[in-house]
């Protein structure tokens, strides 16, 4: 995103960007990385939060926890979600991810 001009931060959303004269905005590739390999590459509409024609946001708000612990949380929400179907395997412990689950 750094061919874009910030703009002030959104509320939690600190990474803000003007995109007023923009015909075309390239939104970054982003992908989310669990243990055993597994990683879900977020579209676009999982990255971009657009606040109106001229301002976006990426989707994503810092974690206030950085001294570098272990005990780190992050939230996976709806932004993220929007496009996927979301398995829970509570009996196996496990979660799964389709992309293009919900429409």
Do not use: W
């Amino acid at each position: 995103m750094s061919r874009y001009p910030k703009a002030d931060p959104f509320d939690v959303l600190d990474m803000r960007y003007n995109l007023s004269g923009y015909k075309v905005v390239h939104s970054p590739e982003v992908s989310l990385s669990f243990g055993h390999g597994v990683n879900v590459r977020l579209d676009s509409t999982g990255i971009i939060y657009v606040l109106s024609e001229e301002q976006a946001c990426l989707g994503f708000a810092a974690n206030k926890d950085d001294d570098g612990g272990d005990d780190d949380l992050a939230i996976i929400e709806n932004t993220q979600q929007k496009t996927m179907e979301v398995v829970y395997d509570v009996e196996g412990e496990r979660i799964g991810f389709r992309p293009h689950g919900c429409k």
